[in-house]
């Protein structure tokens, strides 16, 4: 299953705030406070980190709460019940760096709300990501590493994604890419890592080629298997 690769997995609470944005020590405490008495906050001595508990569902206001933080640069949503307008609160994150969002039952559409955002590192698991969400995701000018699944990604859905860009890290699990798409990933000259597991139309052949563009390339194929370097078998466990 998809989601055993997701390194953290937390959930959001129902919790209706004031729309105003934390400027101070004291209010960014209160807050924190708040979120630890409804028991979705797990306590956390890095501030600009938010670590919410797994075992606490929620919803859109929870988002809202979040977004008075002003220094959050992590947060990790899972399984909560989030939808287009409770994402649209994280527009107020300006330093938000790492995004990770799993099993929300949030629609593909939702996606456009992170266009302006920082992030660096992205997650999107169980949303339906179409043609129209990898444009959004073209916009994002820090992106180095992603992280998506499913089978709705196919050649026609990541076409933007492939006209060119800075990742170092791309992770494509579960999804019906072809071997089409793989051979437009030698345009990523910086990218370091490669996980195609699970994708099970694309090729080793394909991927063994990609090395000739991309020397320094570490991939995980489409039956899993440690990271393997050029020359190396893929799908190797490591295990005799």
Not at 1 to 22: D, E, N, S, W
Not at 31 to 48: H, K, M, T
Not at 65 to 85: C, H, M, R
């Amino acid at each position: 299953m998809i989601r055993r690769y997701l390194c953290a997995t937390f959930t959001l609470l129902g919790f209706i705030p004031a729309m105003v944005l934390a400027e101070d020590e004291a209010s960014i405490a209160s807050i924190r406070a708040q979120l630890v008495q409804q028991g979705a906050l797990a306590e956390d001595i890095n501030p600009n980190r938010v670590t919410l508990r797994s075992d606490f569902k929620g919803d859109d206001d929870a988002l809202a709460l979040i977004a008075q933080l002003p220094d959050v640069e992590t947060l990790f949503i899972s399984e909560a019940k989030i939808s287009g307008q409770g994402l649209k609160h994280l527009e107020k994150l300006k330093n938000l760096k790492t995004l990770s969002i799993s099993h929300t039952g949030m629609k593909a559409e939702a996606v456009a709300h992170l266009a302006k955002l920082p992030i660096v590192t992205l997650s999107l698991h169980g949303v339906p990501l179409r043609h129209e969400q990898f444009e959004v995701l073209t916009k994002l000018m820090s992106l180095k590493s992603l992280s998506v699944s499913g089978p709705s990604i196919d050649d026609a859905a990541i076409e933007p994604l492939l006209e060119g860009g800075n990742l170092s890290r791309l992770q494509l699990l579960g999804t019906s890419l072809t071997d089409s798409s793989i051979a437009h990933l030698k345009s990523f000259a910086e990218l370091e890592y490669l996980s195609v597991e699970e994708s099970s139309r694309v090729s080793p052949a394909a991927l063994t080629k990609l090395w000739n563009d991309l020397p320094k390339l570490r991939i995980v194929g489409p039956t899993g298997g440690i990271p393997a370097s050029k020359g190396q078998p893929l799908g190797f466990s490591g295990e005799d």
